[in-house]
């Protein structure tokens, strides 16, 4: 917090169990970073789940004077509490449409629909030509997936159908990578040359595919348009290679009372950890309702492929181990090789954030840092943060 300036706040530190911090010049020197590395590509910005979970209100505005002019949301619904804070901005909707009533919302929102299928297009060429208008949209190919989009043999089809008949003016076609971060999977090449097909039948719409990961996977993955979400966040894009971006969550939860335990006690539900010495236990305001990940246990959840299973968190300089399971509001923590009193009722102690790498923190539960960061908002506080002296 050294040198930084809270510039928002949402929700009350003092009165809710868990703060989170999230840092903004962090947040625009990872989409400065990404931009640079996207060469001549457009650098667009996903920013569905709510920012995943930090907050669109404030990242989205953020980044659009960082010169963000491409934003990506899951839903309609995402899609209208974004437009007011990126006026003029294109607005994505990934999931598509799937009714006239979504239609008719990103018609008075004017977001562009990313066609997820045949049925959707023919869906929104009938919403508009009932009204006399042709409004722009996306489509997607799936290419390796098997989530939402045309297969390529449809996609093809489709370009020379529309180029024909124009049905609706796509603005961009676009195919989403399933291992990006594993640079050497086969996949990768695989999905590139089908989408290269596609894109050719398409002309000169524009194109992408590359998400964080896909960035770092090299020039021939930029195409016209790079959609990273995760490594604006601080996530990492490439497994196993230094995370090359800036930390931009910072996730505490308050020590709500220090208990001594003797060696021989259980921890938690289950007694699955048993203390194998007189332990200082820290009982931290924060579990798996605040989108801590019960699979962080120190004990007792088995997990499917975790190195070292069991999370810790950071206080006072130091690590502290969990001990059993963590529990719905709290969890348990092992101070006892903190000097005594360094560590009191009321201090926070971090979950993630720059002592505790988030991807870290993800891999100790079995999980993603894509999890980690879109539940970990549900219950904190929210600061949001600049770089700047501090009054
Ligand atoms: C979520 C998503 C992205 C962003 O992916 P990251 O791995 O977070 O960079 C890009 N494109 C599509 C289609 C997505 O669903």
Same mark, same amino acid.
């Not at 974004?82 to 999931?95: D, M, Y």
């Given at each position: *917090?050294?040198?930084?300036?809270?510039? !928002?706040?949402?929700?009350?530190?003092?009165?809710? /169990?868990?703060?989170?911090?999230?840092?903004?010049?962090?947040?625009?020197?990872?989409?400065?970073?990404?931009?640079?590395?996207?060469?001549?590509?457009?650098?667009?910005?996903?920013?569905?789940?709510?920012?995943?979970?930090?907050?669109?209100?404030?990242?989205?505005?953020?980044?659009?004077?960082?010169?963000?002019?491409?934003?990506?949301?899951?839903?309609?619904?995402? /899609?209208?509490?974004?437009?007011?804070?990126?006026?003029?901005?294109?607005?994505?909707?990934?999931?598509?449409?799937?009714?006239?009533?979504?239609?008719?919302?990103?018609?008075?929102?004017?977001?562009?629909?990313?066609?997820?299928?045949?049925?959707?297009?023919?869906?929104?060429?009938?919403?508009?030509?009932?009204?006399?208008?042709?409004? =722009?949209?996306?489509?997607?190919?799936? #290419?390796?997936?098997?989530?939402?989009?045309?297969?390529?043999?449809?996609?093809?089809?489709?370009?020379?159908?529309?180029?024909?008949?124009?049905?609706?003016?796509?603005?961009?076609? *676009?195919?989403?990578?399933?291992?990006?971060?594993?640079?050497?999977?086969?996949?990768?090449?695989?999905?590139?040359?089908?989408?290269?097909?596609?894109?050719?039948?398409?002309?000169?719409?524009?194109?992408? @595919?590359?998400?964080?990961?896909?960035?770092?996977?090299?020039?021939?993955?930029? +195409?016209?348009?790079?959609? =990273?979400?995760?490594?604006?966040?601080?996530?990492?894009?490439?497994?196993?290679?230094?995370?090359? *971006?800036?930390?931009?969550?910072?996730?505490?939860?308050? @020590?709500?009372?220090?208990?001594?335990?003797?060696?021989?006690?259980?921890?938690?539900?289950?007694?699955?950890?048993?203390?194998?010495?007189?332990?200082?236990?820290?009982?931290?305001?924060?579990?798996?309702?605040?989108?801590?990940?019960?699979?962080?246990?120190?004990?007792?959840?088995? +997990?499917?492929?975790?190195?070292?299973?069991?999370?810790?968190?950071?206080?006072?300089?130091? @690590? !502290? =181990?969990?001990?059993?399971?963590? #529990?719905?509001?709290?969890? *348990?923590?092992?101070?006892?090789?903190?000097?005594?009193?360094?560590?009191?009722?009321?201090?926070?102690?971090?979950?993630?954030? =720059?002592?505790?790498?988030?991807?870290?923190?993800?891999?100790?539960?079995?999980?993603?840092?894509?999890?980690? +960061? #879109?539940?970990? /908002?549900?219950?904190?506080?929210?600061?949001?943060?600049?770089?700047?002296?501090? !009054?």
């Amino acid at each position: *917090m050294r040198g930084k300036t809270i510039v !928002a706040r949402s929700g009350d530190p003092r009165v809710a /169990g868990n703060r989170l911090t999230i840092d903004l010049a962090a947040l625009v020197s990872n989409y400065r970073l990404l931009s640079k590395k996207s060469g001549a590509a457009k650098t667009a910005a996903v920013v569905k789940a709510d920012a995943y979970g930090l907050g669109a209100g404030q990242v989205t505005p953020a980044l659009s004077k960082a010169g963000c002019r491409h934003f990506f949301v899951a839903t309609a619904q995402e /899609g209208v509490v974004l437009r007011p804070l990126v006026f003029g901005a294109e607005i994505f909707v990934l999931n598509g449409c799937t009714n006239e009533a979504e239609c008719a919302v990103m018609a008075e929102a004017h977001l562009i629909p990313v066609m997820q299928s045949r049925e959707a297009i023919w869906l929104w060429a009938g919403f508009w030509s009932a009204r006399g208008g042709r409004r =722009p949209c996306a489509v997607m190919v799936d #290419t390796g997936m098997n989530r939402l989009g045309l297969t390529v043999a449809e996609a093809i089809r489709f370009a020379d159908e529309n180029a024909r008949e124009h049905t609706v003016t796509a603005l961009l076609v *676009m195919s989403h990578l399933a291992c990006a971060d594993e640079p050497a999977h086969p996949m990768n090449v695989q999905q590139l040359e089908s989408f290269h097909a596609v894109a050719l039948a398409f002309g000169d719409i524009e194109s992408s @595919i590359a998400n964080s990961s896909g960035i770092f996977l090299g020039p021939d993955y930029h +195409l016209d348009m790079t959609r =990273p979400g995760i490594a604006l966040y601080g996530g990492e894009p490439v497994t196993g290679a230094e995370n090359p *971006m800036q930390p931009v969550a910072t996730f505490e939860t308050r @020590i709500l009372q220090i208990r001594h335990a003797r060696k021989g006690q259980t921890v938690s539900y289950g007694a699955t950890c048993t203390l194998e010495r007189d332990t200082v236990i820290a009982v931290a305001g924060a579990g798996y309702a605040d989108g801590y990940p019960r699979s962080l246990s120190g004990s007792g959840v088995r +997990l499917r492929d975790v190195a070292k299973p069991g999370g810790s968190g950071f206080v006072s300089g130091q @690590i !502290a =181990p969990i001990l059993g399971r963590v #529990t719905m509001d709290m969890t *348990m923590f092992d101070i006892t090789d903190i000097p005594h009193g360094q560590v009191n009722t009321g201090d926070w102690i971090e979950l993630f954030g =720059p002592n505790i790498a988030l991807d870290d923190a993800a891999r100790s539960g079995g999980t993603v840092a894509y999890e980690m +960061l #879109t539940g970990c /908002g549900r219950r904190a506080a929210k600061r949001y943060v600049e770089s700047g002296h501090s !009054a």
